[in-house]
Nanobody, 115 residues
Framework: QVQLVESGGGLVQPGGSLRLSCAASGSILSINTMGWYRQAPGKERELVAT???????NYVDSVKDRFTISRDNDKNTVYLQMDSLKPEDTAVYYCNAFPYILNYWGRGTLVTVSS
């Protein structure tokens, strides 16, 4: 079973950047599509971006042209580069397969965008 550990969150000013990492304890090669999700305070968890084994990506409209998802199958790691951050990006960010696998949810990493 794969365990996922997210890292890289923190406090950043509006317009700033962060790079999130998702390290898998096992191989992610068997997972065709990986995704980054987020859950803002008082809101439901939402899908932010996906990447398949071939490198094809998709983004929710609110992060297009600002976020970039990537994966390194050799390192069993998925990344989320976040630029031009906005206060509404504040959330706990999680990675998981897409569609998600219930037992794969980790603790997430908190991103706070505030001046």
């Amino acid at each position: 079973q794969v365990q996922l550990v997210e890292s890289g969150g923190g406090l950043v000013q509006p317009g700033g950047s962060l790079r999130l990492s998702c390290a898998a304890s096992g191989s992610i090669l068997s997972i065709n599509t990986m995704g980054w999700y987020r859950q803002a305070p008082g809101k439901e968890r939402e899908l932010v971006a996906t990447i398949n084994r071939g490198g094809n990506t998709n983004y929710v409209d609110s992060v297009k042209d600002r976020f970039t998802i990537s994966r390194d199958n050799d390192k069993n790691t998925v990344y989320l580069q976040m630029d031009s951050l906005k206060p509404e990006d504040t959330a706990v960010y999680y990675c998981n397969a897409f569609p998600y696998i219930l037992n794969y949810w980790g603790r997430g990493t908190l991103v706070t965008v505030s001046s």
